[in-house]
């Protein structure tokens, strides 16, 4: 057996492959090679958290705390119920009607105002629902423990369809390809190149001679490469015409694009997506939408702690506590306790009075909040079922779009709701600008390049939100330079005076629910210490 090349010429090597292929091709590589992570190397999870008992102050000779809690999202009604736990005091304070923050899911009769003055009240029909915000859950995450823990029910969210489409306009195509045929003839066609590589001596001073057959080996199977090291395509790609009884044998869709136009339609740069440690299937969403994870955290807590239409106008450390002021019904009240956990945005905190200090203002202001938009599109027919053969799943567009999500739920019904979009930053900002009914029109447009004239046909009624517009929030989610614990934000990870902060922009999972939760965690077993230490 031939001498292997030191580390650092394989880990080179590895890096091509993945600058070649993406994420997803590295990683079967380094399968191949026997170099990929096992089970219990890659498992990875957050210290254990012990929720705070009523117990933990008996032998102590303490009692729990009074806390108001400013900012009814996940994160602070996370902190609410699990202080709650061990007999705290909490008030719960939230500007807007509902709790729940950016997880809000759209029914019918539902009305919002933007604030570009936009009115929208949801026409959906019974039983049908946008989850505006957080759609997806992945089953490493906590989130999941609080719907067990809560008896919220869940079901499958399929995050990745192969039936679903790629559809690159500004790449040049000129129609939209589904998923497998599109991942089909990207790996076999990166397989083929890098198989005629190996043959051709270029990666002798990469791997040894072992790891050279080990890798032809796999890529033959994972390309579907011909006996030449060719890809020339196969049933990976799809049928004409599916198979079925005796005498009918199935007609698959022939022979791929020529390497050079597959390349160049960047269909490529989606597979990676579901190698994500935050994307990968099995994916779930709780049943009935999203919001049941709110309303069940808002029962636990119990409703006469959390006040509504509660918007705080100024945050005061004391020498003894917190006062927070706040507006509700055109009147101005006061709360005093002995601890706060701001659970506001980031972004609204900074244009809240405080007296927190400059390093506090100074690190809030610089947390970026950053734009995302939904539509939701309810149709009398599940036009994408019959016509498509599309269960769930999402299909991904260079348009403005960006994405469409086809519900994971209610499958046959006669009625159903996809996301029209689900875009970001500028894309989401162009969208916002717009009326509602211009935002329906634009994104039907682009939706019927895709899937015809069903997708305007069938429409019944639609619902968009922007977040950047949303009041009280005016965020997606937020951008940290250098992450939570960087140097700047070092003054919002640990508490001023009496204040504490939490949020999912705190944690290194912004935008997910799970940061949420985390970030509520680590403050509920800091404000415990410190009163069972005081």
């Not at 989130?143 to 919220?152: A, I, M, P, Q, S």
């Not at 009624?461 to 005016?474: A, D, G, I, N, V």
Request: hydrophobic content about 35%; aromatic content about 10%; charged content about 20%.
């Amino acid at each position: 057996m031939e001498e292997m090349q030191p580390g650092s010429t394989r880990r080179s090597f590895l890096r091509n492959v993945g600058a070649t292929g993406g994420a997803g091709v590295m990683f079967a590589t380094m399968g191949a090679l026997g170099l990929a992570p096992d089970a219990a190397a890659a498992a990875r999870h957050e210290p254990d958290f012990t929720a705070p008992r009523t117990g933990d102050f008996t032998l102590r000779g303490k009692a729990a705390a009074k806390v108001v809690v400013i900012g009814g999202g996940i994160a602070g009604l996370a902190s609410a119920y699990e202080l709650g736990k061990a007999g705290y005091d909490c008030t719960v304070l939230e500007a807007r009607e509902r709790t729940g923050g950016r997880n809000f899911t759209v029914r019918g009769g539902d009305t919002t105002v933007d604030l570009n003055g936009h009115r929208q009240t949801a026409r959906f029909s019974k039983g049908q629902y946008m989850n505006a915000g957080p759609g997806r859950i992945a089953q490493w995450m906590i989130t999941l423990d609080y719907c067990r823990e809560l008896g919220v029910p869940i079901e499958v969210f399929t995050n990745t369809n192969a039936s679903a489409y790629l559809y690159n306009e500004q790449a040049g195509m000129k129609t939209p390809t589904r998923y497998r045929t599109a991942k089909a003839d990207v790996y076999g066609y990166v397989s083929e190149l890098l198989a005629k590589a190996t043959d051709r001596g270029a990666l002798d001073k990469e791997l040894t001679a072992d790891d050279r057959e080990r890798l032809q080996s796999f890529l033959k199977s994972f390309g579907d490469l011909g006996a030449d090291r060719a890809y020339t395509g196969s049933e990976r790609r799809g049928y004409l015409t599916d198979p079925g009884a005796a005498g009918t044998p199935g007609e698959e869709l022939g022979s791929p694009a020529a390497v050079s136009e597959v390349f160049a339609s960047h269909v490529g740069r989606y597979f990676s997506f579901e190698f994500g440690y935050d994307q990968a299937m099995l994916m779930f969403q709780p049943v009935g939408g999203m919001d049941r994870i709110p309303a069940a955290l808002t029962r636990a807590i119990g409703e006469r702690r959390i006040r509504t239409g509660a918007a705080v106008t100024d945050l005061r450390n004391t020498a003894h506590g917190v006062t927070v002021t706040y507006t509700q019904g055109g009147r101005r009240h006061r709360v005093d306790a002995d601890y706060c956990v701001a659970a506001l945005p980031p972004n609204i905190l900074a244009k809240t009075s405080h007296n927190l200090g400059p390093a506090v203002q100074s690190a809030l202001e610089a947390c970026k909040p950053s734009s995302a938009g939904k539509i939701g599109l309810e149709y009398r027919t599940r036009w994408w079922e019959t016509e498509h053969r599309i269960y769930g799943g999402i299909t991904e567009t260079d348009m403005d779009l960006d994405h469409i999500w086809y519900p994971s739920h209610g499958y046959h019904d006669d009625r159903g709701l996809l996301i029209g979009y689900y875009n970001t930053g500028a894309h989401a900002d162009s969208y916002a600008a717009l009326t509602p009914k211009e935002r329906e029109a634009r994104a039907v447009a682009q939706g019927v390049k895709i899937h015809g004239e069903s997708y305007r046909e069938h429409l019944s009624s639609s619902f968009s939100h922007h977040w950047r517009q949303t009041p009280y929030l005016e965020a997606s989610w937020h951008s940290l330079a250098g992450g939570p614990d960087a140097p700047a934000f070092a003054p919002l990870n640990e508490p001023a005076g009496h204040v504490y902060f939490a949020g999912d922009w705190l944690s290194y999972l912004d935008a997910w629910q799970h940061g949420a939760f985390s970030s509520a965690r680590k403050v509920v077993g800091s404000l415990h210490r410190r009163v069972l230490n005081a």
